[in-house]
């Protein structure tokens, strides 16, 4: 019978699908779910971010605090002079095992001219390069001293004996130079 041209259908954008008091249901439904949950969410983190503050600044003071303990051990003057004590010997150990590599170890011959020498007379110096000694020495007792020059002098180890005396006051004073045979050294 009557037919009816077809309506063309169409979309419109601009009216909204939802009136306004079904948008603010929706944001109040949202708010009392999803929005409840984000906030507590946030305040958990917040309060677990605040209390690990805590925690790390109580760390860092005792942290700091044995730090300057240790600071003020190391700033002790005896610590000072243990430690340049420690590094001087170890300085010396170190020149020790360079020199013994390279030169003759004389300790044997220094221990017995020095445990040659009388105990009235006093060793004020001794000087040793190579063959040479050198003893700078003092006694009141010139009788001590002649017997010494007499067993340098007579000993086969020892060449060049020369005694220089100076006297002064109650002592005398003696330079003392000799060569130790190659054979001995």
């Known amino acids: 019978m009557f037919k009816k041209s077809p309506e063309a259908k169409s979309i419109n ?8 008091s079904q948008m603010l249901a929706g ?8 929005g409840k949950r984000l906030l507590i969410a946030v305040e958990i983190i917040v309060l677990m971010a605040f209390g690990a503050r805590f925690f790390m600044d109580e760390r860092s003071n005792d942290f700091t605090e044995e730090i300057n303990a240790q600071v003020s051990v190391l700033e002790n003057d005896t610590w000072k002079q243990s430690s340049i004590k420690y590094d001087n010997l170890q300085n010396l150990l170190f020149d020790v095992k360079n ?4 030169q003759k170890i004389n300790s044997s011959v220094v221990s017995e001219i020095i445990s040659n020498i009388p105990m009235t007379i006093n060793l004020e110096s001794f000087s040793f390069n190579g063959s040479r000694v050198s ?4 006694t009141p007792n010139f009788k001590a001293l002649k017997d010494y020059e007499d067993s340098l002098k007579n000993n086969s180890y020892y060449s060049d004996v020369r005694f220089n005396i100076d006297k002064a006051n109650d002592e005398l004073e003696v330079n003392v130079n000799f060569l130790i045979n190659e054979s001995n050294i």
């Open 13 to 20: 954008f601009l009216e909204p699908i939802n009136q306004d």
């Open 27 to 34: 944001a109040i439904s949202w708010i009392s779910t999803a």
């Open 135 to 138: 003893l700078s020495l003092t």
């Open 99 to 102: 020199i013994e590599t390279g």
